[in-house]
């Protein structure tokens, strides 16, 4: 059987799985990951928490391990975030105030752009700027450090000190909640999207839209229309799209394990069918490719491709059939 990262190039497409260096030393998994995985993302090891222990030095050797291990096995890799309202370290809200977010920010993006440039084939520049469910601010931006320090043009000024330190990489915008046709769902959407526009009609140097699609088995509220409009209008404004971080919780589905499966390999395949339709997205990354692995795994028991063994379940087949 052809492996997933196979299927997904003959159509052109990226397919690949986040991880962290502790969990590929397991060399079962690895060895499942680097079968089906053409992109490996750094799930935790480029965030602030992990190379910036304290203010004033830079470790970068987890990230560089998983550099070394993607060239090794062929893969791409990808790096995220340079900036996030959390991952952040502990003295982050200690030092950091509006007189020195700046530096803090510029420093920050510009050291790591360029310690992994050349080697990176993408970063999430910004992550998650928009909660519309927690903003007070028409915009839906994110009452984030950074909003509070430098307002709205942070977004913009990381773009410019991505694109400066890193002028190949391609920059992404990435965000939550964009998939269902709820309240938030819609708002979301729209918020995101009148970033976008703002950003391209200022030239930012922005170069796709980053889907995480962290979706619930549960959830029915699945409108393929106003997914495939969403997607027709970001692609519009000269951007691709990458689906960054997609996983199915399947909380509160039948206890039984064959059940539950079907169903949540049924909501990837439904999601897959409708968003691999649209030629700007590029890449379907997983958030996790084992079971074993999975940062729902308080509250989900099933949510991957692969179970806890890492054998294929039917999610395996379902993301298969959709390329
Ligand atoms: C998560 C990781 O998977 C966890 O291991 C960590 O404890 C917290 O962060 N949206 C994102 C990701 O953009 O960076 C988050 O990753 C999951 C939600």
């Not at 052109?12 to 969990?23: N, P, Q, S, T, V």
């Not at 304290?54 to 990230?63: E, R, W, Y």
């Not at 990176?120 to 950074?146: C, M, T, Y």
């Not at 439904?270 to 079971?291: N, P, Q």
């Amino acid at each position: 059987q052809a492996s997933l990262k196979e299927r997904a190039a003959a159509k052109g497409l990226i397919f690949g799985a986040a991880a962290d260096k502790h969990i590929l030393l397991n060399t079962l998994f690895a060895n499942t990951f680097t079968k089906d995985c053409g992109m490996l993302v750094a799930e935790n090891d480029l965030k602030w928490r992990t190379i910036r222990s304290n203010p004033h030095t830079f470790d970068f050797s987890k990230g560089d391990w998983l550099v070394k291990f993607a060239r090794t096995h062929g893969m791409l890799f990808r790096g995220t975030p340079l900036v996030w309202e959390l991952g952040l370290p502990k003295w982050f809200k200690k030092k950091v105030n509006h007189k020195n977010a700046e530096r803090f920010l510029v420093e920050h993006i510009t050291k790591v752009a360029k310690h992994y440039a050349g080697v990176v084939h993408s970063w999430d520049v910004v992550n998650e700027a928009i909660a519309v469910s927690r903003s007070k601010r028409s915009d839906g931006l994110s009452r984030s450090p950074w909003l509070e320090f430098l307002g709205e043009d942070y977004i913009e000024l990381a773009f410019r000190t991505a694109a400066k330190a890193d002028p190949k990489a391609m920059l992404v915008y990435n965000d939550r909640w964009l998939d269902y046709d709820t309240p938030v769902g819609n708002a979301q959407r729209a918020a995101v999207l009148k970033l976008l526009e703002r950003l391209k009609s200022n030239k930012t140097p922005i170069h796709a839209l980053g889907i995480q699609a962290h979706l619930k088995a549960r959830e029915t509220r699945f409108n393929a229309e106003k997914m495939r409009g969403f997607l027709k209008d970001v692609a519009s404004l000269g951007l691709k799209i990458l689906i960054t971080e997609l996983d199915v919780q399947d909380e509160g589905l039948p206890a039984d394990v064959m059940e539950s499966d079907r169903i949540v390999a049924a909501a990837y395949e439904d999601y897959l069918s409708v968003v691999l339709d649209e030629k700007a997205v590029i890449a379907v990354l997983t958030w996790g490719l084992s079971d074993r692995y999975t940062w729902l795994s308080r509250n989900s028991r099933r949510p991957l491709l692969y179970d806890s063994y890492f054998q294929r379940k039917l999610a395996w087949n379902a993301m298969a059939r959709a390329f």
